[in-house]
């Protein structure tokens, strides 16, 4: 990625971010850690949440928005609480979902990333979850293999009821989908 399109990654983060209640507090930060240290999931990404502002702060957001930091964080808001900055960096946290879902940066095979996206097509499709088209979405996105292994389960739960495997679509789906369109316009301006 240019250099060019990751400043600008930078300072589209920069805009959102100052523009949520104590955002303002971004340009803060002291690099003390406390977030890392409090963070459960600091350990397994690839960037800790110290390291998130610093490498804002470089213009390297895109290397984070491709890694598995954001789609690791558990929304505990312990960074944000014990931040002496008052950053509220679990927000932050969201944002960078939502610029690496519009700028397609997510990584393609992180789970949560995947389930998130998978998710998000079928609830803007239909209204409302619907488990078997969620599922399948994610499993071909995955590794298709794995679907044989939910097999067995799938079958008990539809048998009982509890699973159905044509899709409800809600009343007024037209109307849901505008207001998806509308929010998804404002977002992109
Ligand atoms: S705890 Fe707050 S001030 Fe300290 S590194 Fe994290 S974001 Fe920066
Ligand atoms: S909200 Fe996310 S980034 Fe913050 S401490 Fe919890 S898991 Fe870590």
Redesign the pocket.
Known sequence: MSNTKAESLSRELLERVRALPGGQTIDK????????GSCPSSGAMDYG??EV?AALRAGMLDRVLKSNTVWLCASCYS?SV????K?P?TDVMYELKRLGVKHKLCPSRTTNAVMSQAFMEVVNHHGRNAETKLLRKYYLRMNPFQILGQLKLTWRLFARGRLSFIPHTIRGIDSFRQIVAAVEDHDVS
Do not use: D, L
């Open positions: 930060c002291i690099q003390c850690g406390t977030c890392s949440p110290r502002i960074c014990r931040c002496p900055a950053i960096f």
